[in-house]
């Protein structure tokens, strides 16, 4: 459960936290620290609802680069 915290959950808080705060490199922070374990529930699972994690993967490098195109 501790691993599940901080592979899945904390970077889900960073990156609400460069939404409010207008910081790229934070979002880019949440994309790369989520990427390995999203992956893997993303592929590893087919057909799962844990492949939604794909699209929040998605979502987090969406966001980063408009925050990257706004400065």
Do not use: D, E
Not at 22 to 34: D, E, K, P, Y
Not at 46 to 71: E, H, T, V
């Amino acid at each position: 459960m501790l691993i599940l915290l901080a592979m899945l959950v904390a970077p889900a808080v960073l990156g609400l936290i460069a939404s409010f705060t207008n910081r790229s490199r934070l979002m880019s922070g949440a994309f790369v620290w989520s990427l390995p374990y999203g992956l893997y529930l993303t592929v590893g699972t087919i057909p799962s609802i844990w492949n939604l994690f794909g699209l929040m993967l998605a979502c987090y490098l969406i966001a980063a680069i408009q925050m990257r195109k706004r400065l």
